[in-house]
């Protein structure tokens, strides 16, 4: 149309959000020869993959030859507690080896064996030395490989471009509305699909590893046009985050510390993993310490590391150490990795740990322990996806990594965020180009619809209810931290759900200064509304949980329970603006995976 | 010198420079140390004579190829000026296109830029893409020639055990003069080999260095070397200037050498 | 442990722009990025400035600190003297959008250009070897984080806006020199480096190396080596004797 108020631009497929998935999902959609373009918020290659550090999970056998495809579903599976969409499990496990050897082939170099293949390293939850890695930054080798490679291939790519609300042409999608960070001015998308990369949610809580990008904006999108969300309440509390100082708590310590013969200590040098071993994983799990030692080396005759439990065992492990009083200085627990390996091997493995630790904390990883604990890191909920195809309940959206939920049910396994980012990143780049292709004519959003939600994003400028945007926003962090955090309770769940309540309307007071030019205040606002509601959908889902398992522990419900919870989702959809939440019994697994699981009791 | 940069608006900030540390005595410095050796060098180089105190012959000369040196080392023909100038272009060029060098004055002396994030002292700025800063491109020539010249200080460091008797025969010693220009020697082999051409024609060029065992290995030593390059470019320049001056002073009596046995 | 200081912000945009002061208290621990923050959640919240991981493994957060090209997320603020005068200003090299943040696109188009990797045929097996030494070598170039302040010091550029279509800076060269030393590459790009992306224009004065946050050896790994190769291929004087001779 000529007549369009705003810049207005025309795709088949527009990707939002350019990390691991969404490059994925773009390069996919390009090559399925369908107009492409990736929307992100950052600056090409910023974002958040950038941060993941131990590796890609993918049975690709050269390590260990007894692992495969089974082996890797069987672990993703009961990491996620069995709350995972089999379908998924089983797509990413036998899809993931494929996806690493292509980026080796677009240029990715990962750490070699001796016979110069891909070498793999240990886990938590991996029964295998399974991740493909690069040192401890292979997020950042997997994100740069993909965007360059899309640049090679003349992907068109709007970068800093703030997407706020989805356009529906009768019941499907048909584009995007959103700013550019740089002007503040709006912008169109007409797109006949679109892919959800958007990420996670990470910045409701106060001690988070994600970055500022990591609002719940995916989540909110497709919600807000009436797509289904599952298993809000599963966030994963990443075991190891920095405590100290102040200003850095909550940045990652990569899992790989642990994996490459780390161990967590309390204050009187105790090795208390030993103590916290479930019986759900007692039969996989080293008892004496000369035994989880001898592990790293034998893998045949030893069994795994407590160390490397999968995360929410370790996360409430160290987060009741340091209730009982035995953690250190600064209310984290010690992760002692000095004592055990050369300095040598320790900056080769680990170069960006020992960097960080060393500008950030004074702490020399080589000699000293570092002070760890938990950290909000990643949301196992989100956006319901069909498991082949990545499309969510509303015709012509797809979304794919950590948006998406399903692959890792109640816990995610480190590593299986990358190769999940990999797997469905591409699936959802195809079937999105596929829905393009056989859909006729052009995307038509509604006009009128179009300048209601810009007056919508302008509401900030003329508030005159004097409400800063960051205050609400530590509000709102502060109610999530101590009242949704890693231990819940239903006194506390129905205390925060007040209190979003409350913060909901001061929203509506944000007044925001300045202009529209680059106005982090202005951006902030709106953000805060996609906070909000994941935060509402957390807790609402955490709520209704009642039982623990995996990213979810209920003090006043502190067993799973199998007859009930255990076989259902949580679902969330919009209804006449409210969220509302049903339950909807899981998948059923087929008979001969199912046997996966038999044989090994 | 043409014109200083004028400051580029780009919207922030045009200050020279918004540096607050002492930035410019880096490069004072190395004015002061470059043009200290220039200046020795030269006079050192063209003065031709002093230059041999038996058994100790001067860097700045070696390899004599006249005949008519003090010293000579290999006469090839009779050369009216001083021998130096038949050899010095060898390890002048050498330092000159190194690509340590080519640091160092062209942010002291050329002041292209004279620190970091501190502003270009010119206009216009082509690097070495033009004639004649182009020719820093046969940097790895220089280092054959240049590498050609340390072997003969070797060979002059080897005659320095060799000592005059009374009977005009020669004897095995050694003088405070031979160790001397062992470390001269050593610090120019130092600095030649631990040169980016060297690294590069050892190996650097190739993109699959494990299939060549011996190229990999004489790659990584000169790597090791390498990280110490401007190190070396000082001590040996530092040095070969003082082995001259050592030398120069026996030959004109002020000092006399130290001899162990 | 709380200390003040002044912290001297640039504010403005293309058009121009001043340096504003801020009084602000900074904890123990806190980095320049974390008082940036604090003023603007209490003094300038319209305050623009880039920044996402906050670890140093993103390279969004960079600016001139008192001078020096530096990530904001990895200067911590006992670098200074309580009380002392800490200067902010944008990186110089680009054009300026708002306050602390610039258009870095000049960087994403110089990497457009770029020839892409072309590798070999696979071994007879179905799989690709390469060796942990042979990967090494480039594994280092594959550590930048793209914070540009490689790009931002290079007098070059900095200086000299007309170079700007003529040299790719030296994030390209270490992007160039990751893809020249790849063991299974097989693109020739010494062409490319001498004439479209000026790898002559570097004068080797090291001071993309100096401001590198991840310590890559910009000049000695990546823009010297390729020199040299560019060298093997032009400024041999025995091969051009001898294609001068053989007529080619």
């Not at chain 1, 918020?41 to 030859?65: C, D, F, P, W």
């Amino acid at each position: 149309m000529a007549n369009d108020k705003y810049e207005t631009h025309e795709y088949d497929v527009i990707v939002i959000g350019a990390g691991g998935a969404g490059l994925r999902a773009a390069i996919e959609a390009s090559a399925a020869g369908v107009k492409t373009a990736l929307i992100c918020k950052s600056l090409l290659g910023k974002a958040h993959t950038v941060m993941a550090e131990g590796g890609i999970a993918a049975a690709l056998r050269n390590v260990y030859q007894e692992d495969n495809w089974k082996v890797h579903f069987r672990d993703t599976m009961r990491g996620g507690k069995m709350l995972n969409n089999w379908r998924m499990a089983q797509l990413h496990a036998q899809e993931a080896p494929d996806r690493v050897l292509e980026l080796e082939e677009w240029g990715a170099l990962f750490d070699r064996t001796k016979d110069g293949r891909i070498l793999q390293r240990d886990f938590g939850g991996h029964r295998y030395a399974r991740l493909a890695h690069v040192g401890d930054r292979t997020g950042l080798e997997m994100i740069r490989t993909l965007q360059q490679h899309a640049v090679h291939k003349g992907i068109d790519v709007y970068m800093e471009c703030n997407i706020q609300r989805l356009l529906k042409d009768g019941d499907r999608v048909c584009g995007a509305f959103g700013y550019w960070r740089e002007s503040g001015k709006f912008v169109t998308f007409k797109s006949k699909a679109i892919v959800l990369a958007t990420g996670g949610v990470g910045k409701a809580w106060k001690f988070t590893s994600n970055s500022w990008e990591y609002t719940g904006d995916g989540t909110t999108l497709a919600a807000d046009v009436g797509a289904d969300l599952i298993d809000m309440e599963m966030i994963q509390f990443h075991p190891t985050g920095m405590v100290w100082p102040n200003s850095v708590r909550g940045i990652l310590v990569t899992e790989g510390v642990r994996g490459d013969g780390g161990t967590l200590r309390n204050s009187e040098g105790e090795r208390f993993m030993f103590n916290y071993i479930t019986d759900y994983f007692r039969a996989e799990t080293a008892e004496t310490e000369e035994e989880a030692d001898a592990w790293y080396e034998d893998k045949t005759n030893n069994r795994r590391t407590p160390d490397l439990l999968p995360r929410d065992e370790v996360a409430r492990a160290i987060n009741a150490e340091v209730k009982a009083g035995r953690g250190s200085p600064h209310g984290g627990v010690l992760l002692d990795i000095a004592s055990r390996r050369s300095a040598e091997y320790i900056a080769r493995r680990l170069p960006s740990m020992h960097h960080q630790f060393k500008e950030l904390a004074d702490v020399d990883i080589t000699k000293e322990p570092m002070e760890v604990g938990p950290t909000c890191h990643y949301i196992m909920g989100g956006v319901r996806v069909e498991a082949d195809t990545a499309a969510t309940t509303v015709p012509g959206l797809y979304a794919a990594g950590e948006v998406a939920a399903g692959l890792h049910g109640a816990n995610r396994l480190g590593g299986n965020s990358l190769s999940d980012l990999l797997v469905f990143g591409r699936r959802a780049g195809l079937y999105a180009a596929q829905y393009a292709q056989n859909l006729e004519g052009h995307p038509s959003p509604d006009a009128d619809q179009i300048e209601q939600y810009a007056q919508e994003l302008l509401a900030p400028f003329n508030n005159d209810g004097g409400e800063n945007p960051y205050t609400v926003h530590m509000a709102l962090q502060d109610c999530m931290q101590n009242l949704v955090g890693i231990i819940r309770t239903e006194s506390e769940l129905k205390k925060a759900q007040t209190e979003i309540a409350s913060l909901k309307e001061r929203l509506a007071k944000v007044t925001v200064e300045g202009h529209r030019q680059y106005n982090p205040g202005w951006n902030l606002a709106l953000d805060l509304q996609s906070l909000l509601t994941t935060a509402e959908a957390t807790t609402m889902g955490a709520l209704e949980r009642k039982e623990s398992r995996g990213g979810h522990t209920r003090e006043d419900h502190p067993g799973p329970d199998p007859d009930k919870y255990g076989k259902i989702n949580l679902v969330l959809r919009r209804k006449d603006g409210e969220l509302s939440l049903s339950e909807e019994p899981l998948p059923e697994m087929p008979d001969d995976l199912k046997e996966l699981f038999e044989e090994s009791k | 010198m043409s014109d200083q940069a004028v400051a580029v608006n780009r919207g922030g900030p045009t200050d020279k420079t918004l540096r607050l540390d002492a930035w410019w005595v880096e490069p004072a410095v190395t004015v002061g140390m470059l043009s200290t050796f220039l200046i020795y060098t030269t006079w050192a180089a063209l003065v031709n004579e002093h230059y041999y105190a038996e058994p100790y012959l001067s860097p700045f000369y070696s390899p004599c190829l006249s005949t008519s040196c003090m010293h000579v080392t290999l006469g090839l023909f009779d050369w009216p000026l001083s021998p130096a100038i038949l050899i010095l272009w060898a390890p002048a060029g050498f330092r000159l296109t190194c690509y340590y060098y080519r640091k160092a004055y062209y942010r002291s002396f050329w002041m292209s830029p004279p620190a970091c994030a501190v502003r270009d002292g010119h206009a216009q700025y082509s690097g070495e893409t033009r004639f004649p800063l182009l020719m820093q491109n046969l940097h790895r020539y220089f280092f054959y020639a240049a590498t050609l010249v340390v072997l003969f200080l070797w060979w002059d460091a080897l005659l320095a055990f060799s000592f005059p008797t009374a009977d005009g025969g020669s004897e095995f010693g050694m003088g405070l003069g031979t160790l001397v220009l062992i470390a001269n020697a050593a610090f120019l082999s130092l600095y030649s080999f631990s040169c980016h051409s060297c690294r590069h024609l050892c190996g650097g060029g190739l993109d699959v260095l494990s299939q060549s065992p011996l190229r990999f290995k004489l790659w990584r030593q000169v790597s090791r070397l390498n990280e110490n390059h401007m190190l070396f470019a000082w001590i040996s320049l530092v040095v070969v200037m003082l082995t001259d001056v050592y030398v120069r002073f026996i030959s004109m009596g002020y000092i006399s050498d130290v001899r162990f046995f | 442990m709380a200390s003040e200081f002044t912290m001297r912000v640039w504010r403005g945009d293309i058009s121009g722009g001043e340096f504003k002061d801020y009084r602000v208290e900074a904890q123990e621990g806190m980095v320049v990025l974390d008082v940036i923050h604090t003023i603007q959640a209490t003094q300038a919240p319209d305050l623009a400035v880039r920044w996402n991981c906050k670890a140093g493994k993103c390279g969004s957060c960079s600016a001139e600190i008192n001078g020096k090209p530096r990530l904001m997320c990895m200067t911590r603020m006992n670098l200074f003297e309580p009380g002392e005068t800490i200067t902010i200003s944008p990186i110089q090299t680009f054009p300026l959008l708002r306050d602390l943040v610039t258009d870095v696109s000049f960087n994403y188009e110089k990497a457009k250009s770029i020839p892409a990797l072309k590798l070999k045929a696979k071994e007879a097996d179905g799989t690709r070897r390469m060796y942990q030494d042979d990967v090494d070598r480039v594994q280092e170039f594959h550590k930048c984080i793209e914070c540009f302040l490689c790009q931002d010091v290079c007098h070059v550029i900095r200086d000299h806006e007309d170079n700007k279509p003529e040299f790719a800076g030296p994030r390209s060269f270490v992007r160039l020199a990751s893809l020249e030393m790849h063991p299974l590459d097989e693109e020739d790009r010494r062409e490319f480096l001498k004439s479209d992306a000026g790898l002559g224009y570097c004068n080797i004065t090291k001071c993309c190396t100096e401001v590198c946050p991840e310590g890559i050896h910009i000049t000695d790994n990546a823009i010297i080596p390729l020199k040299e190769r560019v060298v093997d291929a032009y400024y041999d004087p025995v091969v051009w004797l001898m294609n001068k001779l053989t007529g080619k």
